[in-house]
Each structure stands twice: as structure tokens, then as C-alpha cells.
């Protein structure tokens, strides 16, 4: 192709030089003929050179000039639609079949104020919380973030919903809005995202479940190799163990740090220090008496609780889809002070603790085992003119639960549990739980 | 008391701020790592959030990758959703504005690659499927070109005072790269057309790229584990058109490689995938030889 096409430049080379041979000799013809087969011969030599590079460069068709490999990719932008911008959807459907040996409705833990969604839920079949995630960029100063919470019981919450303030200076990423709070290490992960299908005792009897907060919260990560975060949040502290007061200024306020980094290519840990400080006015709950009696009472006062809490994960060269195995542990202490009333107010002080620890090994790709402890330490209770009637109790509430789960993709598990719980002193309730787990939409990426 | 105040404040200043000349890279995977490094050679520093043995799709935001991104200047991931569960965590936890999705100093290679396999049908049901093409980009070595020169032009217009430095290593890399790639296309020419199966879907490059013949893939959707009775049927495939080779990346457990190997009379053939994936891997250039020494021993 090449040849031919710079072959009539040969000739048209040629017929230039011709005129001025009209009137040469035969010598200079025959000069002019060997220069013409000499430019003839080395043209050819430089069209079969331009080929070869040709060739090398079709075979290779390596690096093209940048602008030549991005300009189609520009070009290729999807259509504009009034549907673009909408948020990134995701869904959560789960649901239990629970066989509880005990009535659910008469679950208590002895020793402490219960708050919240707590025990170990309804018996049989039943629908779990389903959930629905919405999440996009606002503009280029601030992120959304929407959860709501659809109950079996056909009620909505909002979960969580808050905007991210992206362009804080020191990283500071406030987040404002509800949101559930930084405090120890499971609080802040959704409930679809736990190992076990309910949450570990003392996050029920000191959080009522998890505590979430509408506030103001803000994570500072220093700037340094070594993973260092510090986060402080204020809130209206109606979440239990807080309640609504009805008052300006800040109801509650936590702080907390973490640390963490990696052992090795296969072994990495966190492992923080929270504190909440939190008050509630009238906080109503139901106390066996010790007659035995069920008695309605009422606690106003100041509530402070500090977690301690780490996590060690261990996977074979930081490869965690053939086998890994993940190790967590909680303790709480929770000091309340304040009224207490029950026919009388009466002084009223509390210092408890508990803990829980946990381990999951996935011992093949999709499967994994689980065990639970969960031990809870009534400590000192202190009902001053009401000691008459509420005794201390030095029963240590604790629950052995197990559990093995089916992971088949990223977006689906499902689960069998057991437990077996007492919380009550001389009461035993075996739970057997299965579950399933499904996400359907956006990517949703798993917190550490 | 407030001279000591003084001295705790410059050391914690000091701790906190650490004298900073370099680039500081946040790079996803091996690869664009030391792609980083060969363009920037002592005016960046580096940091490879993973490791050639770890599975690229399953890789936690854990304290210490959010840690490193939130001193880096740039980010150089792969895009194509390869990151996608835990990438836009570390950015989004680490509070590094510099580095979000959007800004300068986000980069993502498969943006300046043309993508193969591009899913005909979106929907969860077929696996783990990538929307915009397969995010394997760099195991055809023509594609490391092609992410060098715009990443070259990032680092310049991220450390502007060493522009030239990186102008001039992007040259040079340039010219040893295309030398090499002449060569292992030379190399590689006994492998034009040998059928091979793979076990994830995860050479679609390398194979367009040599030549090579897909035959059938171990996993039934990209992504799920192999099942018994799909490896039956492959089996039955591989009756029909015989495979010379099974491959698999470093990082996959060799459980289904063996089965197949031993059943269908093949030859299993682990590849490094990306740098550091085996002993031969070491850097980019080490990466595609000991890649077709390899392929070739398997050919044989």
C-alpha cells in the first residue's frame, strides 16, 4: 500500500529531473538513469524500513499518545437524565424464625434498669427490621446519609440520617444530624452487619440495644503512619440511658480514641476508649421487688458510661476469603446517680459493669463459626430509703451463644444460632434463632 | 512549668507534623505501587495498601490503611469498582479531603484503559459482576504504558517543583517498557491460540493480550466459589476442547486448580498476578517475565 503510493512520487521526481535532460548526452543519460535507479533502490529501502516499523508497530500497538488513548474515553460520558444524580439505594431485608423456651414478654435482666429494644424478640416466624439506605453527595461541600428502619410492626424510624461536612478543615468530617455513636466498637455498626443475631448483653442492659443520639459529632485522625482517632459528639441525650428533658443546650456528650494498625501482613487490631456522659428525668421502668412484685419506677439523675473495647483479626497473609478468624471484646461500667422513686424519692447511686467476648472463625470460603460469652456484674446498687424494698442482688446475669452462618456472595447470609441465656436467676432460657440477611442495590461497604 | 509546656507542644508538633518533602502515595494494589515508584523514584514516598497474596475484592478498611490515607497526597487505585467495598470507606473515614473521589488527588488507572468484558446483563444474579469492564487491567503490560503517562502528569501536577523529574523516569520507563513488551511478545508467540481454562475471571487482559485461548472459567459466576457441579461440567467441556493449562492468581486457594488439573490431565499454572505474586515478581518488569516463563513452561 505504502509503495504503491510513493511510487508516482518516484516518477513525478523523475519527470522533474527530466527537462533539463532534453538536451544532455548520452553520458548524462545515462548518469540520470543510475541516479533515478539509485533513488528508485534506496527509496524502496526506506519504504520496506517504514513497513517493518509498520509492522512492529501494528504487532506491538503499545502506549498510543495519551491523548489519543483518553480522547474517546472523555467522549464516552453517559446521556444526561433528570435520574442521574439520585442517591446511591440500598436495601436490607432480614427475618428470624425464633424458638424461644421462655416467654419473651416476661424477659428481664435481674440487677438492671432495662431501656430500649431489648431481649431476645417474638417467637416463631417474624419479619426484622427492613431497611433502607440512601446515600449521595449534596454538593461539594456536604454528603447525605438516609436510614430508615422499617419494623415488623409497620412503624418507621429514622435510624440514622445526617449530612457530612466534607471540606472541614483537619479532616475534622463533622457529621450532624442522628446517627448512631462512635462509643466502643458494635455501636456504630448497623445490626445486619453483627455476627449474632442479637446484640451482646451489655450493650442491652447499658446502650438498651445501641445508643444513637441527634447531635453534632466530629473524628479527628492524626495525620501520622499510625492510626490514631479521636472523636467527641453532643447530643440531645434522649437515647436511653438518657431520656427527653425538654431543655436547651446539650443534653449529652461522649468522647472517645482509638488506635490500631497491623502485626505482620496477617494480623490487625483496634482497640479504643469511650466515655458517655448522659442525664434522664423520669426514666420509667419496671423493678421486681423482694416480695417478688413487679413495681413501676422512676430514676432522675446523671448516667456515665465507659467502654474499653478491641478487635484482633487474623487472616493467612491478610487474605480473608479462604479462612480468617476474628476476636472482640467489650466491658462496660455504667455509674448512675440521682432520685430514684418508687412510692418515695429517695437517694439513689449504681455502679455496674459487664462484658462480653466474642469469636468468629470462617473456616472455608462462606462459612463461618461463632461463639459468644456475655457476662453482666450487678455491682453495688445503692436504693437509700428504699433499700427496704429493693434488695441488692449479687446474681451475675450471663448467656453461652453459638452460631454458624452461610455467607454465599456479599449480599446474602443466612444464619443458625443458639443461646443459652439467663438473666434471671433460676430461669434458663434456651434460644434457638435462624436468620437471613439479604442487601439488594449499592455496594455498601462493611466498617472494619 | 510553661518552658516545659513549650517543649511538649514543639515535640508533639513535631510528632504529628514530620518534615515532609516527598509525594506521599496511597497506592491500592502492587502494581500501580511500583508503577508510582518507577516514575517517581526517591521524590515519592509509597505506601501498598495490599499485598499480591490478598484477594483484591475482599479487603477491609482496617485503622492502618485509614491511617495512610489520610497523610496522602494521592490516591492511585484501579476504579472499575475493583475497590469499591472498602476504598470509599478509608477515604471517607481518613477525613482527607485531598484524596476523595473527584479530587486532584484521586487517581484511577482503568479510566485510561479500554475495558473488556463489559457485562452484557447488570444484575447481581450473574455475580460479582463490574459494570463499567473487568478492573483486571494490568495483566496485559500494554496497559502499564498506558496508565503511566497520565499518572506521570498527575505526580507532576500534584509536586509540581519535580515535574521534570517525573517527566524524564516516565521517558525512560516508556522506552525500557516498550523494549520489554517487544520482548515478551517475541517470547510469547508459541502461546498464540493454546486454550486454557482460568479459575476466576481474572486474565481477560492477559489473554486478549498473548492470544491465549479462554476455554472456561472455574468459577460459575465470577466471584462465587466453585461448586461440584459446575467443575463436572467444565469437565465435560474440556472432553469436548482440551485445555493445555488451568490458571489462577496467587492469592486463590488451589483446591479447584488441583481438581480440575488432576481430573482433565492439565497442567495448573499459578500466576503472580501482580508484583510480589511469586518469587519472580519483584517488580514490574519481573512481573510480566516470570508471567510468560510461566505461561510458556505450562504450554509445553
Same mark, same amino acid.
Given at each position: 500500500m505504502v509503495k504503491y503510493a510513493l511510487l508516482p512520487g518516484a516518477v513525478a521526481l523523475a519527470l522533474l529531473v527530466a527537462?533539463?535532460?532534453?538536451?544532455?548526452s548520452d553520458a548524462d543519460l545515462d548518469e540520470i538513469r543510475t541516479q533515478i535507479k539509485e533513488l528508485r533502490s534506496s527509496y524502496e529501502a526506506r519504504i520496506r524500513a517504514l513497513e517493518e516499523r509498520l509492522r512492529q508497530a501494528e504487532a506491538k500497538?503499545?502506549?498510543?499518545q495519551p491523548v489519543a488513548i483518553s480522547a474517546p474515553l472523555v467522549a464516552a460520558t453517559a446521556p444526561s437524565s433528570?435520574?442521574?444524580?439520585n442517591p446511591a439505594i440500598s436495601v436490607i431485608l432480614q427475618g428470624t424464625y425464633a424458638n424461644l423456651?421462655?416467654?419473651? /414478654? %416476661?424477659?428481664a435482666i435481674a440487677g438492671f434498669a432495662p431501656g430500649g429494644?431489648?431481649?431476645?424478640?417474638?417467637?416463631?416466624f417474624s419479619l426484622g427490621e427492613s431497611e433502607l439506605v440512601l446515600s449521595a453527595n449534596v454538593d461539594d461541600k456536604f454528603a447525605g446519609n438516609l436510614i430508615v428502619s422499617l419494623s415488623p410492626e409497620n412503624t418507621v424510624s429514622v435510624e440514622e440520617a445526617y449530612g457530612l461536612?466534607?471540606?472541614?478543615?483537619?479532616?475534622?468530617?463533622p457529621k450532624f444530624g442522628r446517627f448512631f455513636s462512635g462509643?466502643?466498637?458494635?455501636?456504630?455498626?448497623?445490626?445486619?452487619?453483627?455476627?449474632?443475631?442479637d446484640a451482646p448483653l451489655a450493650y442491652q442492659a447499658f446502650l438498651g440495644r445501641q445508643y444513637a443520639t441527634d447531635g453534632i459529632q466530629a473524628k479527628w485522625i492524626a495525620p501520622i503512619d499510625h492510626y490514631f482517632e479521636l472523636g467527641a459528639e453532643v447530643g440531645n441525650g434522649e437515647g436511653f440511658p438518657g431520656s427527653a428533658? /425538654? %431543655?436547651?443546650?446539650?443534653g449529652s456528650a461522649a468522647v472517645f480514641a482509638h488506635t490500631g494498625g497491623d502485626i505482620g501482613l496477617s494480623h490487625n487490631w483496634r482497640a479504643g476508649i469511650s466515655y458517655l456522659r448522659t442525664r434522664a428525668r423520669d426514666r420509667a421502668y419496671t423493678l421486681a421487688d423482694n416480695a417478688g412484685n413487679d413495681a413501676d419506677v422512676f430514676f432522675t439523675g446523671a448516667s456515665r458510661v465507659a467502654v474499653a473495647d478491641f478487635v484482633w483479626k487474623y487472616a493467612p497473609s491478610g487474605n480473608a476469603r479462604e479462612t480468617s478468624f476474628k476476636l472482640q471484646g467489650e466491658y462496660f461500667w455504667r455509674s448512675e446517680r440521682g432520685d430514684f422513686t418508687f412510692t418515695d424519692a429517695s437517694r439513689y447511686s449504681a455502679r455496674q459493669s459487664g462484658w462480653y467476648l466474642q469469636g468468629v472463625y470462617k473456616?472455608?470460603?462462606?462459612w463461618r463459626i461463632g461463639a459468644r460469652y456475655d457476662r453482666l456484674d450487678p455491682g453495688r446498687v445503692d436504693y437509700g430509703a428504699n433499700a427496704a424494698t429493693f434488695g441488692a442482688t449479687d446474681f451475675n446475669p450471663k448467656r453461652y451463644s453459638v452460631m454458624l452462618d452461610y455467607t454465599p456472595s456479599e449480599f446474602s447470609r443466612l444464619r443458625l444460632q443458639f443461646a443459652q441465656s439467663r438473666?434471671?436467676?433460676?430461669v434458663t432460657d434456651k434460644q434457638w434463632f435462624v436468620q437471613y440477611v439479604l442487601s439488594l442495590g449499592a455496594h455498601g461497604a462493611h466498617k472494619y | 512549668m510553661r518552658s516545659h509546656l513549650l517543649i511538649v507542644m514543639v515535640a508533639l508538633a513535631a510528632w504529628i507534623a514530620p518534615a515532609r518533602a516527598d509525594l506521599s502515595v496511597f497506592a491500592t494494589v502492587p502494581e500501580w505501587g511500583a508503577l508510582v515508584q518507577e516514575l517517581g523514584g526517591d521524590k515519592v514516598k509509597v505506601y501498598i495498601?495490599?499485598?499480591?497474596?490478598?484477594?483484591?475484592h475482599h479487603v477491609e478498611a482496617k485503622p492502618s490503611l485509614i491511617a495512610r490515607a489520610r497523610s496522602a497526597d494521592l490516591v492511585v487505585s484501579t476504579g472499575a469498582e475493583l475497590e469499591v467495598g472498602w476504598l470509599p470507606l478509608v477515604v471517607q473515614q481518613s477525613g482527607?479531603?485531598?484524596?476523595?473521589?473527584?479530587?486532584?488527588?484521586h487517581f484511577e488507572a482503568a479510566a485510561f484503559v479500554p475495558l473488556?468484558?463489559?457485562?452484557?446483563r447488570l444484575d447481581r444474579a450473574e455475580g460479582d459482576v463490574h459494570p463499567q469492564g473487568?478492573?483486571?487491567?494490568?495483566?496485559?503490560?500494554r496497559n502499564i504504558a498506558r496508565v503511566a503517562t497520565p499518572l506521570a502528569a498527575k505526580m507532576a501536577a500534584l509536586d509540581p517543583s519535580n515535574a521534570a523529574h517525573y517527566q524524564s523516569r516516565l521517558k525512560s520507563f516508556s522506552e525500557r517498557w516498550s523494549a520489554a513488551v517487544a520482548r515478551w511478545e517475541r517470547e510469547a508467540?508459541?502461546?498464540?491460540?493454546v486454550p486454557v481454562v482460568v479459575?476466576?475471571?481474572?486474565f481477560t487482559y492477559l489473554v486478549e493480550w498473548l492470544g491465549?485461548?479462554?476455554?472456561?472459567?472455574?468459577?460459575?459466576?465470577?466471584?462465587l466459589e466453585p461448586t461440584t457441579a459446575h467443575l463436572s461440567s467444565v469437565l465435560e467441556t474440556l472432553q469436548r476442547t482440551p485445555a493445555r493449562m488451568v490458571l489462577r492468581a496467587?492469592?486463590?486457594?488451589?483446591r479447584a486448580s488441583q481438581w480440575i488439573a488432576a481430573r482433565a490431565k492439565l497442567k495448573a499454572v499459578v500466576l503472580?498476578?501482580?508484583?510480589?505474586?511469586?518469587?519472580?515478581?519483584?517488580d514490574l518488569f519481573g512481573l510480566f517475565d516470570d508471567t510468560i516463563q510461566r505461561l510458556l513452561k505450562g504450554a509445553e
Open positions: 527537462p533539463s535532460a532534453w538536451a544532455a500497538a503499545v502506549a498510543p433528570p435520574n442521574a444524580f423456651s421462655q416467654d419473651p /414478654s %416476661r424477659f429494644e431489648i431481649g431476645p424478640g417474638k417467637r416463631g461536612w466534607l471540606t472541614a478543615p483537619y479532616g475534622l468530617a462509643l466502643g466498637y458494635l455501636n456504630e455498626q448497623h445490626q445486619h452487619n453483627w455476627d449474632f443475631v428533658r /425538654s %431543655r436547651n443546650g446539650v473456616f472455608m470460603p462462606a438473666t434471671l436467676p433460676d | 495498601a495490599t499485598n499480591a497474596l490478598q484477594d483484591p482527607n479531603p485531598k484524596v476523595r473521589p473527584g479530587a486532584p488527588g473488556l468484558g463489559k457485562p452484557t473487568d478492573p483486571h487491567v494490568q495483566t496485559d503490560a508467540a508459541p502461546l498464540r491460540g479459575q476466576h475471571k481474572a491465549l485461548k479462554e476455554v472456561a472459567a472455574l468459577e460459575p459466576k465470577p466471584g496467587a492469592y486463590q486457594g488451589d503472580p498476578f501482580t508484583v510480589g505474586g511469586t518469587e519472580g515478581a519483584r
